[in-house]
């Protein structure tokens, strides 16, 4: 799978948009873009994936650049629950998913 | 909204014995997969189940670790003979397919003493 890289930490305002970067400049044609948060030591909790395309669900958005080298995942409205460690991840899905550090998301008050 | 479940939520052994942990993956799910996280640290990938076979395992996943679907809804990871650092939180998963989303339990915290 492929490698990506995340900034290690991002504030955002409660209300305002949250917009997470991540780098996969790597990636290969058949793996997709997935993210994922983790909410203290809780699972890891599936938000959205992509394979080119942008994609929106009720829970955020995943822009995609046209090369697939890097992606944002945008949280529309960000809320004191949604402070977490987020994840990019690039895989074809099978088997074994590589979490790396992530970003660590603190939206304040 | 299906969701996977693990028990227990926290086991605390003494170091040498056998711990099982259970998980109850989503019931239409195909593919189950075991994961850990030792506290400070990143998710790691333990081992990959299908068809009542192991599909992939990562190196952490040695001859003290075995996994098993005793029926149809269980699936659970056995630690032989536990050190002090398989102290860790350990995570259950499941996806419809092999290259499908993959869906995580809350966790079963594991201490060894």
């Known amino acids: 799978d492929a490698k990506t890289t995340q900034p290690p930490s991002m504030d955002c305002a409660e209300g305002r948009a949250a917009n997470l970067p991540c780098n996969h400049s790597?990636?290969?044609?058949?793996?997709?873009v997935y993210w994922y948060r983790q909410i203290h030591s809780q699972g890891p909790q599936y938000i959205i994936h992509?394979?080119?395309n942008n994609e929106t669900n009720e829970m955020a958005s995943l822009i995609i650049t046209e090369d697939r080298k890097s992606s944002t995942l945008i949280l529309p409205h960000a809320t004191l629950r949604d402070t977490a460690v987020y994840y990019c991840?690039?895989?074809?899905?099978?088997?074994?998913?590589?979490f790396g550090t992530g970003t660590r998301l603190t939206v304040i008050p | 909204e299906p969701e996977v479940t693990q028990t227990p939520s926290h086991q605390v052994t003494q170091m040498g014995q056998e711990v099982i942990l259970r998980c109850v993956p989503i019931?239409?799910?195909?593919?189950f997969y075991w994961y850990r996280q030792i506290l400070g640290q990143k998710v790691e990938f333990l081992v990959s189940?299908?068809?009542?076979?192991?599909?992939?395992k990562s190196e952490i996943f040695d001859d003290q670790f075995s996994v098993e679907r005793p029926d149809g809804s269980n699936f659970t990871l056995k630690i032989r003979s536990t050190k002090l650092e398989d102290s860790a939180m350990y995570f259950c998963?499941?996806?419809?397919?092999?290259?499908?989303?993959?869906?995580f339990g809350p966790g079963t915290r594991l201490t060894v003493l």
């Open positions: 998963a499941s996806s419809l397919e092999e290259w499908d989303t993959q869906y």
């Open positions: 790597t990636i290969s044609g058949n793996e997709y």
């Open positions: 992509g394979l080119k």
């Open positions: 991840i690039a895989s074809t899905g099978a088997n074994n998913l590589f």
């Open positions: 019931s239409n799910h195909l593919y």
């Open positions: 189940f299908y068809n009542n076979e192991i599909s992939e």
